[in-house]
């Protein structure tokens, strides 16, 4: 909230809390009723205390209205947060999260870029900080170059922002397939048996 709103809604209290502590005084008796009415009276038998009081009265209402704006003014301002406002546009404001995505798809159009996500800061100077996921056989330095140069161009074209592009390159992690598992079954042990002798019919027995 500015300073002249806070002065605002400062006054605009002030005035209801001697409203309040008048009519209190009145009910109560503090303040007669009947002198009240008098100087009332005798105010506005002059014509200038007519246009006085008439002056402030509408100074008054005008007040109450304007306090009723700080608010709307306020939920407005916070609607814009995380807004950028687009050079020689006006009122034209692009979100965040916009900027984010054009960054995030132009980088993505790079060849050898597998993943992107963006940052976006706002201070002096619009700042992209991407970082890129790319593969092993990928050309680093050609594809910084590229993203920053290319995220620059299209900022300032469809946008009309100069940003501050910083690129960071990152080398996906390479996925080894794993080989199967061979379940190595032992053979089973094969005994050779060896064919008992047949016995003779005739063998001689000692008896």
Not at 40 to 57: D, E, G, K, P
Not at 70 to 88: E, F, H, N
Not at 188 to 196: D, R, Y
Request: hydrophobic letters at 50%.
């Amino acid at each position: 909230m500015k300073a002249s709103d806070r002065i605002l809604l400062i006054l605009s209290c002030l005035l209801g809390i001697a409203g309040c502590a008048a009519v209190f005084a009145v009910v109560w008796g503090f303040l007669p009723f009947a002198q009240v009415a008098s100087a009332v009276a005798w105010l506005m038998a002059r014509w200038q205390f007519q246009v006085l009081i008439s002056m402030v009265a509408v100074l008054i209402a005008l007040l109450f209205i304007r306090v009723m704006f700080i608010r709307q003014r306020g939920k407005s301002t916070q609607k814009l947060q995380g807004t950028i406002s687009v050079a020689g546009a006006g009122d034209i404001s692009i979100s965040k999260d916009a900027v984010s995505d054009l960054c995030i798809q132009k980088a993505r159009e790079s060849v050898g870029v597998l993943q992107a996500t963006c940052l976006v800061e706002t201070g002096a100077e619009l700042q992209v900080l991407l970082t890129l996921q790319c593969g092993n056989e990928a050309s680093v330095p050609e594809i910084a170059k590229g993203v920053q140069q290319g995220v620059q161009d299209l900022l300032q074209t469809t946008c009309g922002m100069a940003a501050k592009v910083r690129v960071l390159v990152e080398k996906a992690q390479e996925t080894r397939p794993t080989s199967p598992v061979q379940a190595v079954v032992p053979a089973a042990s094969q005994q050779t048996q060896q064919p008992e002798p047949p016995v003779s019919e005739g063998a001689n027995t000692n008896g």
